[in-house]
């Protein structure tokens, strides 16, 4: 499996996988408009993505984190926004790939760690998690406004 940034010309296929990752999480499906998203996250250079690429030159999952920093830690922070693998292709090991590539961005770029954020229903995803070297934060709430 090869592990890499991902390039304006993976455009079309990365739109597919994150379309269907968008309907894991009981989004519409709009092909269109994660297009768009997608173009303008590469364009403008304001999120990581990387692709894990088989051998066929097939995109079977991507990661995407985006900056954020920490006041009281005085460093950058990687959030690890979104994970998805293909279903034809889970259970080797690409997941953990992507999260190893990831780690590496943050350790490369100078940042304290990465956050991610998971539903708590995501069976396969709480269990991955931990077994990558991610640890539970119990002591914090996690809140949210939405418009």
Same mark, same amino acid.
């Given at each position: 499996?090869?592990?890499?940034?991902? !390039?304006?010309?993976?455009?079309? *296929?990365? @739109?597919?996988?994150?379309?269907?990752?968008?309907?894991? $999480?009981?989004?519409?499906?709009?092909?269109?408009?994660?297009?768009?998203?997608?173009?303008?996250?590469?364009?403008?250079?304001?999120? &990581?993505?990387?692709?894990? !690429?088989?051998?066929?030159?097939?995109?079977?999952?991507?990661?995407?984190? $985006?900056?954020?920093?920490?006041? @009281?830690?005085?460093?950058?922070?990687?959030?690890?926004?979104?994970?998805?693998?293909?279903?034809?292709?889970?259970?080797?090991?690409?997941?953990?790939?992507?999260? !190893?590539?990831? *780690?590496?961005?943050?350790?490369?770029?100078?940042?304290?760690?990465?956050?991610?954020?998971?539903?708590?229903?995501?069976?396969?995803?709480?269990?991955? $998690?931990?077994? @990558?070297?991610?640890?539970?934060? &119990?002591?914090?709430?996690?809140?949210?406004?939405?418009?």
């Amino acid at each position: 499996m090869n592990y890499r940034n991902v !390039e304006s010309y993976d455009l079309e *296929k990365i @739109t597919d996988l994150f379309d269907a990752y968008r309907v894991f $999480y009981r989004k519409e499906s709009d092909k269109e408009s994660a297009k768009n998203f997608l173009e303008e996250r590469i364009n403008q250079k304001d999120s &990581e993505i990387f692709v894990a !690429e088989n051998q066929e030159g097939n995109l079977v999952g991507f990661v995407q984190l $985006y900056p954020i920093f920490s006041s @009281t830690r005085m460093q950058k922070l990687w959030l690890l926004n979104d994970l998805f693998v293909n279903p034809e292709f889970r259970g080797k090991g690409i997941s953990k790939g992507l999260i !190893e590539t990831s *780690k590496e961005l943050a350790k490369d770029s100078g940042a304290c760690g990465l956050l991610l954020e998971t539903e708590k229903s995501n069976i396969i995803g709480n269990s991955l $998690y931990p077994r @990558t070297g991610f640890v539970l934060n &119990e002591a914090s709430n996690f809140y949210e406004w939405n418009i």
